[in-house]
């Protein structure tokens, strides 16, 4: 299994600031994604961040919104920009491989917005 | 569109009777199946996992899930529900290289 590690572990910020957070992985892989996760909901699927190329955003979320880096293949990095309420959260990093399948999850970032 | 639907927000079961949630999906191959654990302020935990083979998989903590292709279904089970089962379950699914599609959660409440 993948040590993930997330900074910061929880924010309050300011309506119209920027968060930037960060997913730290124990070993290289093959995949990383961005999750979030409202109150009381389930996950729902961020984007897909590539090593060395542009994140694949799903429906629904931006790059001017979200822009995601991913410099090499055991970290990557996810900010909120110009944040409302709405963006009050959990954000989850997650990584797999191909090998094996399976996805791990970090222990999330609880963000707050005032 | 592929889907996970957990039809059930939350159940009560009382501490040692069992307990299965239900998780049906809507995908274009048979895809592999997931059951997480979040428990309150905690992270996400894989509880078992299905790829191919014995339609009947073994997870952590005492769980199981049957798959069924027939009805696109993945049901888990515990046949003996401890206090600190008390949590949110989640069906996801995915296929080789993809990201997991999540479902609603069931949150489970165990009584004394």
């Known amino acids: 299994s993948a040590v993930i590690s997330q900074k910061p572990s929880r924010d309050i910020c300011q309506r119209g600031t920027s968060l930037t957070i960060q997913c730290q992985v124990d070993s290289q892989v093959t995949m990383m994604f961005w999750y979030r996760q409202q109150p009381g909901q389930s996950l729902t699927l961020i984007a897909t961040?590539?090593?060395?190329?542009?994140?694949?955003?799903e429906s629904g979320f931006v790059i001017d919104k979200f822009p995601i880096s991913r410099p090499n293949l055991t970290f990557s990095t996810l900010t909120v920009s110009n944040m409302s309420p709405e963006d009050s959260s959990i954000y989850l990093c997650?990584?797999?491989?191909?090998?094996?399948?399976?996805?791990?999850f970090g222990p999330g970032t609880r963000l707050t917005v005032l | 569109a592929q889907s996970v639907t957990q039809p059930d927000i939350h159940i009560t079961v009382s501490e040692g009777a069992s307990l299965e949630l239900r998780c049906n999906y809507s995908y274009g191959a048979t895809p592999y199946l997931f059951w997480y654990v979040q428990s309150p302020g905690q992270g996400l935990q894989l509880l078992l996992k299905y790829f191919s083979g014995d339609t009947l998989v073994q997870g952590i903590k005492g769980f199981e899930a049957e798959f069924k292709r027939s009805q696109s279904s993945f049901n888990l089970r515990k046949p003996s529900v401890h206090w600190s089962d008390a949590a949110e379950y989640f069906c996801a699914v995915n296929q080789a290289g993809t990201a997991l599609i999540f479902g609603k959660g069931t949150t489970l409440s165990v009584s004394s």
């Open positions: 997650s990584v797999g491989t191909v090998t094996y399948n399976e996805q791990f």
């Open positions: 961040a590539n090593q060395g190329s542009e994140a694949t955003y």
